[in-house]
């Protein structure tokens, strides 16, 4: 164990896969000659790799994910930075109608083992078109695996296995992260599975269940209810499609009790789904479930708005006490 920054954890990640297998590429917009040298989660890269496998791109996020899904067909296996995740809306179609279906429409002839990195969600005062939380309309295409680290340990091993999966990856991480440090293995075999959940804090009373920087904010929230005697259970979610339904339904099989947490408006979103599945589940639960989620408005720049639509380990203490009640 070492303690990195959770740029460093992601750049470990992307250097050990690229000198393991030839294959593994990066490109995207200043990530080589251009940028690399001062992005955090790409140091390095450039000047051990070159070039041709460190691949600086115009402004086209179009260009980059076309050329990607061109790659992975014929074998290779890029990993494509889009800076921030609000950028694949400039390149949907690649990703939900040529990525996420090349598989099924050619028979299971043609593959796309590639991976997308995005930066995502607010708390950052970045504004309305840098501060989305777009991780589950991406789960709404069959294809396509979407993952999201909590903290640096689960930014290398997820992102590892996310490079060597033969399935097309979104990759999100939390801007919120970057600003965090934590214990990573220095082991280059460390690979934690996708399609699987993560028990973060075991508790007896209420499941918290969260993913990406929410599940810090859970965490935070498990602290200070424990401290008023209600014993929280944190399930992360390291992958949100497949979805580890098993996890998180022992989890409530034994507390009763179930807060969801997401930061994005409350409509259609990953929160819904874990209340429908726990429902449809048939477990008995204790009190009716809750979800802590953010406000139904574009983020604002505004440090005080933005502050005031999004959620915070309050919101998730007052949750957690309701369905105790």
């Known amino acids: 164990m070492r303690e990195l920054t959770f740029a ?5 990640a992307i250097r050990e896969e690229m000198e393991r297998d030839p294959s593994v590429f990066v490109q995207g917009e200043d990530v080589g000659r251009y940028g690399g040298g001062y992005y955090p989660a790409l140091r390095g890269l450039y000047d051990q790799f070159g070039s041709e496998r460190v691949r600086d791109f115009p402004i086209s996020e179009t260009a980059i994910v076309g050329t990607a899904l061109g790659a992975a067909i014929t074998g290779l296996r ?3 930075d889009l800076m921030f995740a609000d ?4 390149c949907f179609d690649q990703i939900v109608n040529q990525i996420s279906k090349i598989r099924y429409m050619s028979g299971g002839l043609a ?5 997308l990195r995005g ?3 607010a708390y950052s005062h970045l504004a309305a078109q840098h501060s989305n939380s777009i991780e589950a309309l991406f789960c709404q295409f069959p294809g396509l695996v979407v993952t999201i680290p909590s903290d640096c340990r689960s930014a290398k091993g997820l992102l590892k296995s996310a490079i060597r999966s033969n399935d097309p990856v979104i990759f999100l991480e939390h801007k919120m992260l970057y600003l965090t440090s934590g214990d990573v293995p220095s082991d280059r075999e460390f690979l934690l599975p996708l399609g699987r959940s993560n028990i973060a804090r075991e508790g007896r009373d209420v499941t918290l269940v969260a993913h990406g920087y929410m599940t810090q904010l859970a965490l935070r929230a498990a602290e200070q209810l424990q401290a008023n005697n209600i014993s929280a259970e944190v399930v992360d979610l390291w992958t949100l499609a497949p979805l580890d339904k098993r996890t998180i339904l022992d989890s409530v099989r034994k ?3 179930l807060v969801a947490v997401q930061e994005s408006s409350v409509l259609c ?5 874990i209340v429908a599945t726990v429902c449809e589940s048939g477990v008995a639960l204790k009190s009716a479930p809750r979800r802590v989620t953010g406000k139904s408005a574009p983020i604002p720049f505004s440090p005080p708005l933005e502050d005031h639509v999004l959620p915070h380990p309050e ?3 007052q949750a957690a006490r309701t369905v105790m009640q």
């Open 315 to 317: 919101d998730i203490i």
């Open 119 to 121: 930066v995502m969600g």
């Open 255 to 257: 507390t009763g009790r």
């Open 8 to 12: 460093e954890a992601i750049n470990e």
């Open 87 to 90: 950028f694949a809306f400039v």
């Open 111 to 115: 593959a796309a083992p590639l991976v």
């Open 269 to 273: 979103g990953i929160a819904g789904e």
């Open 78 to 80: 890029p990993v494509v």
